[in-house]
Every structure is written in C-alpha cells, then in structure tokens.
C-alpha cells in the first residue's frame, strides 16, 4: 500500500516558521511531481508550491518569498518551510504526489491526510 505521510505542522505565532515534511512510503517505481496544496474553513484548497522531479518549482503568489519547497528524491520526501507566517496561512496542509507503481502503471495522483497549521498570536 502507498501512502504519504506528513508531519511538522502545530501552532506558531505570526512572523515565525515551520517545516512540513511528506514522506512517500510502499511500494513505489517512481515519483513525478510533489506538492503542498492547503485548504482554509469555507476555502477551496488551493495549490501552495509545487516540484517537479528535476527540481523544478511553481508557488503561489500569495507565498513566493516566504516559502520554499524542496525534496530529496532518495527518501521519496518533499518539504516546505514556511517562514514570515501570517494569521492567514492557517489551514490544513496537504501533500499531493504523482507516482507510479509499476514501470507499466500509468501515475496517479495521491494525497496525504493534512496537517494542521495554526498562525496565532
């Protein structure tokens, strides 16, 4: 079974920093594209920052400057730290990734199960 697993996430007050890591586990053949998406009450998620397997990077506009995601593709783990939090980043966090089991297997899309981050004062 291939699951994510993401940790890292908690209370912090504005202006501070966490890292977020999402480790990817079971049986995997290999791992496209890995990314954060977050979804806020009342909010539709929303992409955050993504990565490709090359290494190359997108962010939300809302974040660039603040955040950075980066992986390392030999733990099949992708992390974003998250500096200069303000009040509104709080949301869930998600981990999505773009992998494939098999060398035939077409890729899928799976997602972790969030974790919270809480900016406050």
């Known amino acids: 079974q291939v699951q994510l697993v993401e940790s890292g996430g908690g209370l912090v007050q504005p202006g501070g920093s966490l890292r977020l890591s999402c480790a990817a586990s079971g049986s995997i053949f290999s791992i496209n594209a890995m990314g954060w998406y977050r979804q806020a009450p009342g909010k539709q998620r929303e992409l955050v920052a993504e990565i490709t397997s090359g290494g190359s990077t997108n962010y939300a506009d809302s974040v660039k400057g603040r955040f950075t995601i980066s992986r390392d593709n030999a733990k099949n783990t992708v992390y974003l730290q998250m500096n200069s939090l303000k009040p509104e980043d709080t949301a869930v966090y998600y981990c999505?990734?773009?992998?494939?089991?098999?060398?035939?297997?077409?890729?899928?899309?799976?997602w972790g199960q969030g974790t919270q981050v809480t900016v406050s004062s």
């Open positions: 999505n990734a773009d992998l494939a089991t098999t060398a035939w297997g077409l890729p899928f899309g799976l």
